[in-house]
């Protein structure tokens, strides 16, 4: 997302920033079916439509005239709406912004908050004078924690979980894969240098093929927590 948004911003393409400000009920996602007749019939067929590509669309649009908007789904199945229909009456509301080189700023923060040992909260405010919107983030304390509020979306970024696989045998293989897909940080050890390779482990953070004891001391650990 971050070497995206600053391609657009070089390029001076317009670009935006969506986020899921709030959902209620089931919110699955799912496109707007057709009615099942046959391409012939002359009854309206409906068009399918994946909300990704509406957020695009309408908020593309939309935001040339605005720095941000939020958009709202229909949520009955039987709505004429150009919005997709979520299904089992749940509802949704997508901030989209105008993209800005404070977001890239924003989402480098956000990923180097991801990365950290220590969670972290952020909070982004949505101020509404008339029909018009202005967006705030802030990043909280630790032991801080707002009081809910239908214009407040708060992010609890989680420590980040670390995976360390200590051999590099073929069956390490699809345990980092897996990991990775988590978005876990995983690194792989081993002693043996002709399997601790990247072209094995295309996916692992590290990759550290020493002797055990150098090993240890190469990978980060995840510091100790106290449970409650």
Same mark, same amino acid.
């Given at each position: 997302?971050?070497?995206?948004?600053?391609?657009?911003?070089? @390029? %001076?393409?317009? %670009?935006?920033? @969506?986020?899921?400000?709030?959902?209620?009920?089931?919110?699955?996602?799912? /496109?707007?079916?057709?009615? %099942?007749?046959?391409?012939?019939?002359?009854?309206?067929?409906?068009?399918?439509?994946?909300?990704?590509?509406?957020?695009?669309?309408?908020?593309?649009?939309?935001?040339?005239?605005?720095?941000? +908007?939020?958009?709202?789904?229909?949520?009955?199945?039987? /709505?004429?709406?150009?919005?997709?229909?979520?299904?089992?009456?749940?509802?949704?509301?997508?901030? +989209?912004?105008?993209?800005?080189?404070?977001?890239?700023?924003?989402?480098?923060?956000?990923? !180097?908050?991801?990365?950290?040992?220590?969670? @972290?909260?952020?909070?982004?405010?949505?101020?509404?004078?008339?029909? /018009?919107? !202005? +967006?705030?983030?802030?990043?909280?304390? !630790?032991?801080?924690?707002?009081?809910?509020?239908?214009?407040?979306?708060?992010?609890?970024?989680?420590?980040?979980?670390?995976?360390?696989?200590?051999?590099?045998?073929?069956?390490?293989?699809?345990?980092?894969?897996?990991?990775?897909?988590?978005?876990?940080?995983?690194?792989?050890?081993?002693?043996?240098?002709?399997?601790?390779?990247?072209?094995?482990?295309?996916?692992?953070?590290?990759?550290?093929? @020493?002797?055990?004891?150098?090993? +240890?001391?190469?990978?980060?650990? /995840?510091?100790?927590?106290?449970?409650?």
């Amino acid at each position: 997302m971050i070497a995206l948004a600053k391609r657009l911003l070089a @390029s %001076g393409t317009a %670009g935006t920033l @969506s986020t899921l400000f709030s959902a209620r009920g089931s919110t699955y996602r799912s /496109s707007r079916v057709d009615d %099942g007749q046959p391409a012939g019939d002359a009854r309206r067929r409906r068009e399918r439509w994946m909300p990704e590509e509406y957020v695009a669309r309408v908020g593309e649009r939309a935001t040339r005239t605005a720095p941000a +908007v939020m958009l709202r789904f229909s949520t009955h199945p039987d /709505s004429e709406d150009d919005a997709p229909v979520l299904g089992c009456g749940g509802s949704i509301e997508v901030l +989209v912004e105008r993209l800005t080189p404070d977001h890239v700023a924003f989402l480098e923060q956000f990923a !180097s908050a991801s990365e950290c040992d220590d969670g @972290s909260t952020l909070a982004c405010r949505v101020t509404r004078t008339g029909e /018009s919107l !202005s +967006v705030t983030r802030e990043w909280l304390r !630790s032991d801080c924690r707002p009081a809910s509020d239908p214009d407040l979306l708060v992010h609890d970024i989680p420590p980040v979980t670390r995976l360390l696989i200590f051999g590099a045998g073929d069956d390490a293989m699809p345990l980092c894969d897996i990991g990775a897909s988590l978005g876990w940080h995983v690194s792989v050890v081993d002693r043996r240098a002709r399997l601790a390779t990247r072209a094995r482990f295309p996916n692992a953070r590290a990759v550290v093929a @020493s002797e055990w004891e150098e090993a +240890v001391d190469a990978v980060v650990f /995840s510091p100790a927590r106290q449970r409650c």
